[in-house]
């Protein structure tokens, strides 16, 4: 399914809360055929818009999550650095950025500032992971 293909499994494996999906395999294997910047931008795009469900978990169920110590040192981290510490959680290969993602709903962090930095932190993560996967699976290390 190509870019499509690409774009509609990561925006499925950032959807899931808690349980981590490692669609970053997925990009990583297409890059050997396909475009590795544009197989990024399309696949940071489907993974950052999957993100908006812990966001919006966050927005909704507060009181559900006050009393977790894990959500405390996620939201002061993002209440202290903002859209910067999404962007950085959204890079770093983090099986738990759903968290980040809770906490900024939780702040009533801007929706637009939200998923900038998460597309941002995203985008260049895929971008990297398919010019792995391009240059290991064709042969040039």
Known sequence: ???LGAFIISLIG????IV????WTVVFLMA???DPVL????AGLGSAIGELTGYYLGKGGTQLLDNKKYI???TKYVNQYGAYAIFVLAFVPNPVFDIAGISAGAMNMKLWKFLLACMLGKILRYIIFAYFGF???????
Not at 135 to 141: D, T, V
């Open 32 to 34: 050997k055929v396909l």
């Open 39 to 42: 197989l990024g931008i399309v």
């Open 14 to 17: 950032s959807a899931t809360i």
């Open 20 to 23: 981590p999906v490692p669609s």
């Open 135 to 141: 240059y290991i699976l064709n042969g040039f290390f």
């Open 72 to 74: 405390k040192k996620y």
């Open 1 to 3: 399914m190509g870019y």
